[in-house]
């Protein structure tokens, strides 16, 4: 795994590569708003159709999901230390739509 530098974002984003996909991961998990949600709009912007990002967290990224859903997939697991993670895939059909630049919180 690699540590790379991605435009915007306030954490560490690293790259694996899983056969034919490539995997972007970040940990917010330790951050306060707004940084889950700028990071998570910083990672999704390396999607194609042959990635995924992960994103770990301290809970539902809840108010991201409005934002971005007509453009990207996402599951959630709840991980044993109470943490969530979501792993995010760009729909094939997508829009792109997303208005990255809707990276606070509030409505």
């Given amino acids: 795994m690699e540590k790379i530098e991605v435009l915007g974002s306030t954490v560490d984003f690293f790259k694996d590569t899983l056969g034919e996909t490539s995997m972007y991961y970040f940990d917010t998990s330790m951050c306060e708003p707004p940084h889950p ?5 910083a990672g999704l912007q390396l999607l194609d159709e042959n990635s995924k990002l ?24 709840n991980m044993p230390d109470g943490k969530i993670k979501v ?17 606070s919180c509030h409505g």
């Fill in 37 to 41: 949600m700028v990071n998570a709009m």
């Fill in 54 to 77: 992960v994103m770990i967290n301290h809970k539902s990224p809840g108010g991201l999901f409005p934002k971005i859903e007509e453009d990207f997939d996402f599951v959630e697991e």
């Fill in 87 to 103: 792993v995010f895939t760009k729909k094939v059909d997508a829009l792109n739509s997303t208005d990255f630049t809707q990276n």
